[in-house]
T-cell receptor, first 112, second 113 residues
Framework: GQQLNQSPQSMFIQEGEDVSMNCTSSSIFNTWLWYKQEPGEGPVLLIALYKAGELTSNGRLTAQFGITRKDSFLNISASIPSDVGIYFCAGQIGGATNKLIFGTGTLLAVQP | GAVVSQHPSWVICKSGTSVKIECRSLDFQATTMFWYRQFPKQSLMLMATSNEGSKATYEQGVEKDKFLINHASLTLSTLTVTSAHPEDSSFYIC?????????FGPGTRLTVT
């Protein structure tokens, strides 16, 4: 199945550092979403982006919907140990279908 | 609000048997539910789209006769893995839509021995 390219694949950082990850696609999406998944759990929505160029924050998280509608990035500022998990981007075409296409994921490890 | 549950949370079954997984939207009605499969260290792959009262739409490469989906009500969809084999062992996750957003269940870990 189709997947979005997400980078980096993994990150190992110190507590307090800022983190940036991005997601690119060969297709245009009308909505970009960022999820966090912890082991043995389903993904939890962090941020949803609905307009090209949109910049949205949720606490220490900031995400942007790329102007071309083919990419998005997620920043986490001042990371803390509970930020550990796998972060997935997802693109949604919308319209008649609400199908999500998920990115390959970024594993984040935060050392106290 | 927007809570989705799955049952069971994990199941072990013998090769050749069938397993049913339930997905429920607890506090909202969902006309559409989705089923995903996630292998270890991989992303979520959409298996099928389940619409209440109609046949599911399967993604390319997903065997509809092996993965039976029933969406009998606005709050319940079931996935039955028929004649399970070890390669079907995976983490199965459902999601339910409210307006345009998808809310995910906690997943079901299936192990086929």
């Amino acid at each position: 199945g189709q997947q979005l390219n997400q980078s980096p694949q993994s990150m190992f950082i110190q507590e307090g550092e800022d983190v940036s990850m991005n997601c690119t696609s060969s297709s245009i999406f009308n909505t970009w979403l960022w999820y966090k998944q912890e082991p043995g759990e389903g993904p939890v929505l962090l941020i949803a982006l609905y307009k090209a160029g949109e910049l949205t924050s949720n606490g220490r998280l900031t995400a942007q919907f790329g102007i071309t509608r083919k990419d998005s990035f997620l920043n986490i500022s001042a990371s803390i140990p509970s930020d550990v998990g796998i972060y997935f981007c997802a693109g949604q075409i919308g319209g008649a279908t609400n199908k999500l296409i998920f990115g390959t994921g970024t594993l984040l490890a935060v050392q106290p | 609000g927007a809570v989705v549950s799955q049952h069971p949370s994990w199941v072990i079954c013998k090769s050749g048997t069938s397993v049913k997984i339930e997905c429920r939207s607890l506090d909202f009605q969902a006309t559409t539910m989705f089923w995903y499969r996630q292998f270890p260290k991989q992303s979520l792959m959409l298996m099928a789209t389940s619409n209440e009262g109609s046949k599911a739409t399967y993604e390319q490469g997903v065997e509809k006769d092996k993965f039976l989906i029933n969406h009998a009500s606005l709050t319940l969809s079931t996935l039955t893995v028929t004649s399970a084999h070890p390669e079907d062992s995976s983490f199965y996750i459902c999601s339910a839509t409210r307006t345009a957003e998808q809310y995910f269940g906690p997943g079901t870990r299936l192990t086929v021995t």
